[in-house]
Nanobody, 123 residues
Framework: QVELVESGGGLVQAGGSLRLSCAASGLTFSNYAMGWFRQAPGKEREFVAVVTWSGVHAYYADSVKGRFTISRDNAKNTVSLQMNSLKPDDTAVYSC????????????????WGQGTQVTVSS
């Protein structure tokens, strides 16, 4: 049974930082591209970042480019999202997702999802 478990969310002031982690089990982690998505209240889920299965390539939404960094550790079956210079607009539930082999920007192309972790940025 595949399980993705996020951690690291919380409340932070604007300009602060948080580091989210996602621990994966029940799958051959190194075969999967790993993405982070977020959903704010009343809005659709949106792409944040993705890292390829090898960890060599990473891609970001324009809204987070230069502030967020995605990384993975295939030995530990984890993917992380370092979020710096946080803004109130970054407030959302952040979820990690796994897609076999190829990366994607589209949430409906992912195979597995975590439950999400709340990130709240106060102004």
């Amino acid at each position: 049974q595949v399980e993705l478990v996020e951690s690291g969310g919380g409340l932070v002031q604007a300009g602060g930082s948080l580091r989210l982690s996602c621990a994966a089990s029940g799958l051959t982690f190194s075969n999967y591209a790993m993405g982070w998505f977020r959903q704010a209240p009343g809005k659709e889920r949106e792409f944040v970042a993705v890292v390829t299965w090898s960890g060599v390539h990473a891609y970001y939404a324009d809204s987070v480019k230069g502030r967020f960094t995605i990384s993975r550790d295939n030995a530990k079956n984890t993917v992380s999202l370092q979020m710096n210079s946080l803004k109130p607009d970054d407030t959302a539930v952040y979820s990690c997702a796994a897609r076999l082999r190829a990366y994607s920007y589209y949430d409906d192309e992912y195979d597995y999802w975590g439950q999400g972790t709340q990130v709240t940025v106060s102004s």
